[in-house]
């Protein structure tokens, strides 16, 4: 009997321990409030002008359909444009904006249960932030100088400083 019970409480730990989920995120992000979603086709060939980015795309997809007090409301729209080129870039840029009309902006570069190489990190940060200037100067984004966080998770800072797990608010 005892026997049995150890077995079925092996067992349970076993199952709990499977779907538990222990995925590990590793990567850069670098997030912002805007105030809009800027014209994004006009926004995909200006990457596309960029001498190291050979290959963006653009696609949206509807996001979540939120439940709050007042009632269920629009699903969120998000926008994506990823972009690669050279051996080691590759990014993608989000635009989330909610039904109240709220804009948030992600650039990424992050896997899940591995890290990227650092060599794809400190290629594509230059062009993160190369994107966001013009997202400002071109596009009317200003808010960034404000509002950006930045997020260096697993890997090391792309501006040199030590592997970490931190979300912190840096300069351009």
Same mark, same amino acid.
């Given at each position: 009997? &005892?026997?049995?019970?150890?077995?079925?409480?092996?067992?349970?730990?076993?199952?709990?321990?499977?779907?538990?989920?222990?995925?590990?995120?590793?990567?850069?992000?670098?997030?912002?409030?805007?105030?809009?979603?800027?014209?994004?086709?006009?926004?995909?060939?200006?990457?596309?002008?960029?001498?190291?980015?050979?290959?963006?795309?653009?696609?949206?997809?509807?996001?979540?359909?939120?439940?709050?007090?007042?009632? $269920?409301?629009?699903?969120? #729209?998000?926008?994506?444009?990823?972009?690669?080129?050279?051996? /080691? $870039?590759?990014?993608?840029?989000?635009?989330?904006?909610?039904?109240?009309?709220?804009?948030?902006?992600? +650039?990424?570069?992050?896997?899940? /249960?591995?890290?990227?190489? +650092?060599?794809?990190?400190?290629?594509?940060?230059?062009?993160?932030?190369?994107?966001?200037?013009?997202?400002?100067?071109?596009?009317?984004?200003? #808010? &960034?100088? +404000?509002?950006?966080?930045?997020?260096?998770?697993?890997?090391? /800072?792309?501006?040199?400083?030590?592997?970490? /797990?931190?979300?912190?608010?840096?300069?351009?």
């Amino acid at each position: 009997m &005892f026997g049995d019970m150890r077995y079925l409480l092996l067992l349970l730990l076993a199952i709990s321990l499977a779907l538990c989920g222990c995925d590990t995120v590793s990567g850069v992000s670098r997030t912002a409030a805007v105030h809009k979603v800027p014209d994004l086709a006009a926004v995909k060939a200006h990457i596309e002008g960029y001498p190291e980015v050979s290959e963006v795309r653009l696609w949206q997809r509807e996001g979540g359909v939120p439940l709050t007090l007042t009632g $269920i409301h629009k699903a969120d #729209e998000v926008y994506y444009v990823s972009y690669s080129g050279e051996e /080691n $870039i590759r990014g993608t840029l989000m635009f989330d904006k909610n039904y109240k009309g709220e804009v948030e902006y992600s +650039q990424t570069l992050m896997m899940m /249960n591995l890290r990227p190489p +650092q060599a794809w990190i400190d290629a594509t940060w230059p062009v993160m932030k190369k994107i966001e200037k013009d997202l400002e100067e071109h596009f009317g984004l200003s #808010e &960034f100088p +404000q509002t950006l966080r930045v997020a260096v998770i697993r890997v090391e /800072n792309p501006d040199r400083g030590e592997p970490n /797990n931190s979300l912190h608010s840096t300069p351009r």
